[in-house]
Every structure is written in structure tokens, then in C-alpha cells.
């Protein structure tokens, strides 16, 4: 996607430097555009557990280029050594954020190919490099696709409301910052915008990051989308009085059954747009289905984070970015990363193949590859 007339990738290799991995450092959205370096698994490893990318697509392709960094920082003494030191870096890697489903799929697809590329080690760590080069370049084109198809679904609504702008709700984000482009949530929107389709975008904030109200909303000023930045609570309100005509949110893990691991208060929507007759759908790759787990309450890993991010607001004060006491500085703070809205409250799946019912049948109907592992 585009920022300030430039088109950037979240992550790429350093042009001069091919052993240095380059990300935009999400902390500093959208107030500031800072490009980081990072040469170490410790870095890497630090970039995905504080956030300085997230999203589950970015989290995978992150820790495919963190499996290349390792496979050039392990130790070439013996193919034993070499390999203990990336199974190592992989658990690194793996233990940042549990519920992002990618980020052990990614590091699982790194080490088969590195095996296979042996026994001689610098074929190994080119194919290392191959491999994270690979996951970026799909991770971008399935977005791509994706929102081929669910452009489809706006397209629609705007012929049945004769050309008025559709209204999309959308929580967190879920764009290109969150995916190495395009995005998932967010794909169908720019693609029918670029189309020439009216779009209005409902941004909620989402607390406790507010990477919609930070985020979402900044990439699509950058877009040049029209939206509108709401609070967390406002979604149930516009979906009564008939201002919403379809939600699509991202998911950082989609069991093969259909139930969704999305962003805190994900579930909270889909319950409102159910209530409403409002399509709820949700936006992913492949990459981000779990073809082994079967109940998502009672399977998906919740990610529990520190309570500053509760506490504390971010934002900018004076030309600088702080961050604000809300809560008694005495008052405990629970923060539950995601929730799992179960299969029943999803309209659809929107993937890179097409849009599925969120059911075993309906997915494995579209990934037929994958009936033999259950």
C-alpha cells in the first residue's frame, strides 16, 4: 500500500543489507513513521511480543524472515549445532504470541525447508531466505485475492441501495498493516473503493490498543477512504437504526470448523450483527486456519497481556507521543487479548480460494486438500 505516494510493504529486506530485516514500527502510528531494523532473533522475537508488528498475517511472515536471521546467526561448527540453534530460536519465536496460529506455522514451514536443504549449510540458510521471501510474497497475494472476492459483497449491497455508499463496520485492524499488504478485513473495502464503488468504513476504536481508532484509520486517510472513527460501544447503536450494512473482521486463528479467534470484543460484534440481520463475515488467509482444533472455546490459546496496556492511553501531547494514567494507579487490570465468536454468529469466510460458510463442510468444500487430516 501507499504512504505519502510511496508503496511499502510492513516488512522487507534491507536494500543495501539483504542480513538486516526492515519493519514499520507500529507503535509510533499514526503519529510518527518509523522504519526499524532488526539483525538478532532477540530483536525479532521483541518486535512481535511488543507489538512492534502484529496482525496474524505480519506475525507469520515476521517469523519466517526471524527463521532466515537465525539460520545466519546459529552456529556453523557441526549441522547438529546448526539445527539445535533454529530449533531453539523457532520455540523463541513460537512462545511471543500463542494465539496468532501463523506464527507456528510459519516457523514449522521454515525448519522443514532448511532440513531439506541440507546437509550443506549455506544452501540451508539460502533456503531459509527463500522460504520467508515466499511466505511475504503469498501472504500479499492472497490478500490480494481475497479482496477480489469480497468486493463482490459490497458491490452487491451498493447496486441493491442504487449507488449510495455502503457501510462497513470493521474491528481492530485488520488492513494492510496487519498482513505484509492489502490486508485481509480491509481488502474487499480498498478493492471496491479503487473500483470506483462508494465505501464508508465504521472504524471502531479497540481498546485496549486502539489500533483501530490508530491504525485502521490511518491507513485508509492514506487510502483515501471515507470513514468515520467510532467508539467500541457505538457498533450495536449505528446496526439498530439500520447504519451498517455489513461487518468484516479479521481473525488472527479460524478453526476448520468455523469458530473465529479475533481482537477482543470481536464476539460482542458479531452478537450485535446477528440481533440485527447484519451479515457478519470474516476476512483471512489460509495460513490463518487451524486444521486440528475443533472447539474454539475450549481449544484456542487467549492471550493475556500486562494491564499497562489497559491502564495507560497512548497519544500525542505537545509534538510528543505519551502515554496517560486512566485508571487509579492501585486498581488491578485484567486484559484479554481476543475472544472466539463461535461458528453460528459467521455469515461467511472470506479466503483467498473464495467465500465459504463457516462450517467444517462449507471450508473443507473450498480446501478439499486438507479432508485428510482430520
Known amino acids: 500500500m501507499n504512504v505519502q505516494g510511496k508503496h511499502y510493504r510492513t516488512i522487507w529486506l534491507h536494500p543495501s543489507d539483504p542480513t538486516i530485516v526492515q519493519i514499520i514500527d507500529q507503535r509510533h502510528l499514526p503519529h510518527q513513521f518509523i522504519i526499524e531494523d532488526l539483525s ?3 530483536a525479532v522475537a521483541r518486535a512481535i511480543k511488543d ?3 502484529r496482525g496474524a498475517g505480519l506475525i507469520g511472515a515476521t517469523a519466517g524472515f526471524g527463521m532466515y536471521v537465525a539460520a545466519l546467526n546459529a552456529s556453523r561448527s557441526s549441522m547438529a ?3 539445535a540453534d533454529l530449533r531453539r530460536d523457532g520455540d523463541i519465536l513460537c512462545a511471543t504470541r500463542p494465539t496468532a496460529v501463523n506464527l507456528e ?5 521454515q525448519l522443514e525447508a532448511i532440513e531439506q536443504a541440507g546437509p550443506d549449510i549455506e544452501a540451508m540458510i539460502d533456503a531459509a531466505l527463500q522460504t520467508a521471501q515466499a511466505i ?3 501472504d500479499a497475494e492472497y490478500c490480494r485475492r481475497l479482496g477480489e472476492h469480497g468486493k463482490e459483497l459490497i458491490k452487491e449491497i451498493s447496486a441493491k441501495k442504487g449507488g449510495e455508499p455502503v457501510n462497513v463496520l470493521t474491528h481492530c485492524n485488520a488492513g494492510w498493516l496487519a498482513f ?9 473495502v480498498y478493492a471496491a473503493h479503487d473500483e470506483g464503488v462508494a465505501t464508508h468504513v465504521w472504524v471502531d476504536e479497540t481498546r485496549p490498543r486502539n489500533q483501530g481508532a490508530r491504525l485502521t484509520a490511518w491507513e485508509l486517510v492514506e487510502h483515501g477512504v471515507p470513514h468515520t472513527v467510532v467508539a467500541d460501544n457505538v457498533g450495536g447503536h449505528l446496526m439498530q437504526h439500520g447504519l451498517v450494512d455489513l461487518v468484516i473482521v479479521g481473525t488472527d486463528r479460524t478453526l476448520y470448523t468455523g469458530d473465529v479467534a479475533n481482537k477482543i470484543g470481536t464476539y460482542l460484534k458479531a452478537l450485535a450483527a446477528h440481533d440485527n440481520g447484519v451479515p457478519f463475515y470474516v476476512a483471512l488467509p489460509s495460513s490463518s486456519f487451524d486444521w486440528e482444533k475443533r472447539d474454539g472455546l475450549k481449544e484456542i490459546p487467549i492471550e493475556q497481556r500486562g494491564s ?4 495507560y492511553i497512548q497519544g500525542l501531547h505537545n509534538d510528543e507521543i505519551v502515554q496517560v494514567l486512566l485508571t487509579p494507579e492501585a486498581s488491578p487490570a485484567a486484559n484479554y487479548a481476543f475472544d472466539v465468536t463461535p461458528a453460528r454468529l459467521v455469515t461467511g469466510l472470506i479466503t483467498e480460494r473464495g467465500i465459504c460458510p463457516a462450517s467444517e463442510e462449507g471450508i473443507l468444500n473450498l480446501f478439499p486438500e486438507k479432508r485428510s487430516n482430520q
Open 40 to 42: 538478532t532473533v532477540e
Open 51 to 53: 507489538m512492534h508488528v
Open 81 to 83: 549445532a546448526f539445527m
Open 105 to 109: 506455522w510459519a516457523v514449522k514451514r
Open 136 to 138: 511475504a510474497d503469498e
Open 180 to 188: 505484509v499488504d492489502y490486508g485481509s478485513a480491509t481488502a474487499p
Open 308 to 311: 499497562t496496556e489497559v491502564k
